[in-house]
C-alpha cells in the first residue's frame, strides 16, 4: 500500500521545514509503497530503500497537492496530499514570568 507520511495532508510548512530558494520552498517528501516498483512525487522520480521511498519537490504556490503514484509488481496505486506554505512565517518567542506569589 502506498503511504504518504510527511507531510501530512493539511500541513502548514515554513522555512524551518525545507530549504527556501529563488523558486519556492523544497520540501522532502517521504513513505512507504511495496517493493519490487518504482515511485514518481510530482513528476519526480522517488529514492528507495527498501519499502521506503523519499523524493525533494518544490513548492511554488501557497497551496500545493503533492501526489505519489506507485507503478510495479502489485499493480498500481496513488495518494494526494494537499499542503499549505506559509512563506512569510518568522521566528516566534514567547517569554513569560511567574513568579507564584
Known sequence: MLNIDFPIHGAILHHRLGA??????????VGTAPLGGGVVVNGVPARRAGSHFAADILLRDAETDIRAEYIGLEGQASQTVRVLWDRYSEKRYRFSIDDNS
Open 20 to 29: 527556501v530558494t529563488g523558486e519556492g520552498l523544497r520540501i522532502e517528501v
